[in-house]
């Protein structure tokens, strides 16, 4: 089973980062860690804890959240109300995958959560990745052109795409659309309980038979 991706919240309100917190606590496939108020906390706790993304609001009380982001080693995005083009472009220079306005929907946050999780599962591990690879990953963390709030309903899109007139397996289809094995099984899950897609019962010599998924037609 993957570990799930750990997300260190930075905003010195502490009401945001609690709420934050429950948005990715709630998200499959991630934890929050304990958020925290400062920047020296943030480096710290970064130290320490080693989170895989960091979500930073612009302005704290000790600092530079932009600045921090471009010191430090860690995946981030930069959280504000700043909306003046200037900040947007010095936070984009510094290294973050993104930048999302406050105030935001929820949505907003669990897409671009979404995203980050495909991101990296197509660039995980050690292995060298080919410039498809490189294209797809960065083609999903955008959006594609799509705003941060693209919905379930988009994923569900790219799931059936990847079925296409064939039949494949939660882990083929988890490769083709760049999620992991459980988020794909769980679209194909979703679709299969519509009648969407129909599951199909492969059997091998030993062992229990695979699960197989076609669309309909």
Do not use: W
Not at 96 to 105: S, T, V
Not at 108 to 121: E, F, K, P
Not at 129 to 156: C, F, K, M, N, Y
Not at 158 to 187: K, P
Request: without cysteine.
């Amino acid at each position: 089973m993957t570990d799930p991706l750990r997300v260190l919240i930075l905003d010195d309100d502490f009401r945001v980062g609690e709420l934050h917190r429950a948005i990715i606590d709630e998200q499959p496939g991630f934890i929050a860690l304990e958020p925290v108020r400062s920047i020296a906390e943030a480096r710290e706790a970064i130290r320490t804890a080693h989170p895989d993304l960091l979500l930073a609001d612009v302005f704290l009380p000790d600092g530079d959240g932009i600045a921090l982001v471009q010191d430090a080693s860690v995946d981030a995005v930069l959280i504000s109300a700043a909306d003046d083009a200037p900040t947007v472009r010095r936070a984009l220079r510094s290294g973050a995958l993104g930048y999302l306005l406050k105030p935001f929907e929820r949505r907003a946050l669990t897409g671009l959560l979404d995203r980050y999780s495909r991101y990296r599962n197509i660039l995980a591990g050690d292995r060298p990745v080919r410039q498809d690879d490189t294209d797809r990953a960065l083609a999903i963390l955008h959006g594609s052109g799509e705003p941060v709030s693209v919905s379930r309903s988009a994923t569900e899109q790219l799931v059936l795409a990847a079925l296409g007139d064939g039949e494949a397996s939660a882990a083929e289809v988890g490769e083709r659309v760049g999620i992991s094995r459980a988020t794909a099984q769980r679209h194909l899950a979703s679709l299969a309980a519509r009648t969407v897609v129909e599951v199909r019962l492969r059997y091998g010599a030993t062992g229990r038979p695979e699960h197989r998924y076609a669309a309909r037609t």
